[in-house]
């Protein structure tokens, strides 16, 4: 997510491309999707699925074009470079000259020659990794690339939050109960309070945050310095998440066919659209990381249709998991962590499965909190930087990892409700970077694309919906969810 050009890195199979959009988008937020289910009801549920996962296709069909668009820029401005150190004799720039050394500003630009706006479609092969933030700085004024940097920020600290209360409640409900230590963790008839005991004296909601700061303390530092996840650790979280998953799946399945299913689910209930729609949002984030997939894969033809076939993969599963879980598990019974339903020994007979559901979350998370920690560190840098100045140690070194860590771990500290905290944070920053960011860039790079390489250009990579009526429709949408989302916390907020 940095403002920067970065290394493309190792080449992979379009196929290998689909299995890495597929983890990065299938995360956390699958485990809150049930419980979102079962308030929304079945049937609303599935239709805003299936549209949220459509607005958010055609959105990373914008990404992908403006990302076309800016290799293009970048290729041009490198020719024209490489042609004046070959012709540095000359005294006049040409006007080709003029439109490169001013290529990020729309006022100077000027149609270069129709014989140049011809030429081979390699212009818009998608080679350089040219990261959101770079994108912005090409695209957006000073005021737009500010407003993108606060967004990516709002939304990483929402990460953060969720991340460091998830964690210590997954801990907290696998090893507490309401009359003490418990091997078969959450009962299926018991309703747990905070306040409820869990060790002796100490309650649940002490031990909750017991947890908390020892999780702050063992992944805190890394905030401090700078880390990386490396393939075999994403391997590993990759197949220890898919063998949950499937676990869960087959489990629930196994009961509803064995005629053991609770669930009742209602057809539609409106007063549960608004943490479905954020928990949705975020549970189809990629666009941010967009760069970094669908630059290393080696053949780009088919892009768009494979993008596409990974979307209707992850709706099925989706559509698959929060199906079999609303109909086998009652909906005041479902958790905010769906795999601490499976934490239930009437539920789970071998107690090695039981901790493995129970606590995957918190190996999981435990790797990727580090990694979101320095990506937010990063962009805060980026967002003070200034041309030629570097920070004072203290600045580089402990000012920026502390605002960091400290206001994500103050969240999770108040509350551990994640339903809520995916909600909020999907619906909010989650909008900003899956709908309003992808339809603005798009729109500037179809401008710029225009104006620096003529009328008529075709963008090898351009979106399928490249009429400006869809752009005016995902702003509207975003506008209009926003709108929603705020009214209906309003609303709660008095009658509570």
């Not at 998370?365 to 990506?375: K, L």
Request: net charge neutral; hydrophobic share 45%; glycine share 6%.
């Amino acid at each position: 997510m940095a403002g920067e050009i970065t290394e493309t890195g190792e080449l992979y199979s379009p196929y290998v491309g689909l299995v890495y959009m597929f983890n990065l988008i299938v995360g956390t937020g699958a485990l809150t999707m049930p419980k979102a289910f079962a308030t929304a009801g079945w049937l609303v549920s599935l239709i805003l699925l299936v549209f949220l996962g459509f607005m958010s296709f055609m959105t990373t069909t914008f990404v992908m074009e403006a990302m076309a668009a800016a290799n293009a820029q970048l290729r041009w401005k490198r020719m024209e470079n490489h042609k004046e150190e070959e012709d540095d004799d000359s005294s006049t720039a040409s006007d080709s000259d003029i439109l490169i050394q001013d290529s990020y500003e729309r006022a100077e630009k000027r149609p270069i020659l129709s014989v140049q706006r011809h030429g081979s479609p390699s212009l818009f092969e998608i080679t350089d990794r040219v990261e959101m933030g770079q994108m912005a700085s090409m695209f957006f004024n000073k005021v737009g690339v500010n407003l993108f940097y606060f967004c990516i920020i709002i939304y990483l600290y929402g990460d953060l939050a969720i991340y460091a209360a998830a964690v210590p409640f997954s801990l907290m409900q696998v090893t507490c109960s309401a009359i003490g230590n418990d091997s078969c963790g959450v009962e299926a008839d018991t309703k747990y309070n905070d306040t409820d005991r869990c060790w002796g004296p100490l309650r649940r909601v002490d031990a909750y945050r017991i947890y908390l700061a020892v999780f702050t303390l063992l992944l805190g530092p890394f905030t401090f310095f700078d880390v990386q996840k490396t393939k075999y650790l994403q391997i590993l979280t990759s197949l220890m998440r898919w063998i949950a998953f499937a676990i869960m799946i087959v489990l629930a399945l196994v009961r509803i066919a064995h005629g053991r299913g609770e669930g009742r689910p209602p057809l539609a209930d409106l007063s549960g659209v608004r943490n479905l729609f954020g928990v949705c949002v975020y549970s189809f984030m990629c666009q941010h990381s967009l760069p970094s997939l669908v630059t290393p894969v080696s053949s780009k033809r088919h892009l768009t249709r494979l993008v596409f076939l990974d979307y209707v993969l992850i709706l099925a599963f989706y559509g698959l998991l929060s199906f079999t879980a609303i109909f086998c598990f009652r909906g005041d019974s479902l958790m905010d962590m769906y795999t601490l339903n499976f934490a239930r020994c009437d539920v789970v007979g071998l107690a090695a499965v039981r901790f493995f559901l129970g606590l995957f979350p918190v190996f999981t998370i435990s790797t990727n909190f580090p990694i979101i920690a320095v990506t937010l560190r990063n962009n805060w840098k980026t967002l003070f930087h200034r041309e030629g100045g570097t920070y004072p140690w203290v600045v580089d070194r402990v000012v920026f990892p502390t605002i960091t860590l400290v206001p994500p771990v103050l969240v999770a500290f108040c509350t551990h409700d994640l339903e809520s905290l995916v909600g909020i944070t999907g619906a909010y920053a989650g909008t900003g970077i899956q709908y309003v960011i992808p339809a603005f860039l798009v729109y500037h790079c179809r401008k710029d694309t225009q104006l620096a390489f003529g009328y008529g250009t075709i963008n090898k990579h351009r979106s399928p919906f490249r009429h400006t009526f869809w752009v005016g429709f995902v702003l509207l949408w975003a506008f209009s969810c926003f709108i929603f989302v705020t009214a209906n916390i309003v609303l709660s907020e008095t009658k509570l």
